[in-house]
């Protein structure tokens, strides 16, 4: 799913065969969620040899919507058995796992979210969206819910949510485990682990912030959290921004 920059490398570090990938799921036609997406399709079809797997993406990354893509190649889709165009209210077998398109508030307006019903319950992806209750609302039901968290406290940048919003995100869904992922390079500096335990404090919900090469298990009764690889610094003092005025 939205396989951003750096995805094909982090497969190759915890040696993840593509060729054993049968979908590749891209919700909007951002690069953040789509720049290694012809990579994969690559890996997946053997570099081009055989035509094989899926892909799932909405109007905008598929065809273009406006000034937006596409963002694929005709190649690329090409070289799949089947693409299909996704929207808000779709409910379709990927993988064998049934899943729910969900609508966002987003600056791509055709963006959509995530609800996959496995045989453990529900786990969500919350693509980039601008917080409303109706928004979350549609997420109720989820036991590990994947939430995008661009910014620390209340410092929100449009069409994305802050730790505010994610407080009032967690307070509705009460999801047994909330990650926190999508992290912008402000809640980074400013630590997204205490921003995590913060929404854990006021919600009483568990939550914590993603990092690269984690691993969620999503068991019968319990979930568990593995790290793959020793972590990689979230923060290097290299990529100071120039001080603000
Ligand atoms: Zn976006
Ligand atoms: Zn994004």
């Given amino acids: 799913m939205d396989p951003g920059p750096g995805a094909l490398t982090n497969m190759c570090q915890i040696g993840y065969d593509l060729r054993k990938t049968d979908a590749v799921v891209v919700s909007h036609c951002h690069p953040d969620h789509y720049s290694d997406a012809a990579s994969v399709i690559e890996g ?7 035509k094989r797997g899926s892909f799932y993406g909405t109007k905008s990354v598929i065809e273009g919507h406006g000034k937006l893509g ?3 190649s005709q190649y690329h889709l090409g070289i799949e058995e089947n693409v299909s165009v996704i929207a808000p209210g779709d409910e379709l077998e990927i993988c064998g796992v049934r899943t729910s398109i969900k609508r966002a508030d987003h600056s791509d307006p055709c963006n959509v ?5 496995t045989e453990n319950g529900i786990f969500s992806y919350v693509s980039d969206t601008a917080y409303s209750d109706d928004i979350a609302d549609q997420y109720t039901g989820t036991r ?3 939430l995008p ?3 620390p406290d209340d410092k929100r940048i449009k069409y994305h949510m802050c730790t505010e919003d994610a407080v009032r995100f967690v307070e509705r869904i009460r999801p047994e485990l909330t990650v ?7 809640i980074l500096k400013h630590d997204a682990d205490a921003q ?15 990092r690269d090469l984690m691993r969620i298990h999503i068991g019968k009764d319990s979930v568990n959290i593995e790290q793959l690889i020793a972590d990689k610094p979230e923060w290097n003092d290299a990529w100071n921004l120039p001080e603000e005025e």
């Fill in 70 to 72: 596409p963002c694929m």
């Fill in 144 to 146: 590990v819910l994947f």
């Fill in 149 to 151: 968290v661009t910014t």
């Fill in 113 to 117: 979210g995530f609800m996959f019903h």
């Fill in 44 to 50: 997946m079809t053997y570099g081009g040899w055989v």
């Fill in 180 to 186: 926190f992922i999508h992290l912008g390079i402000v």
């Fill in 196 to 210: 995590a335990r913060m929404t854990q404090d006021s919600t009483g919900c568990k939550v914590i912030a993603g």
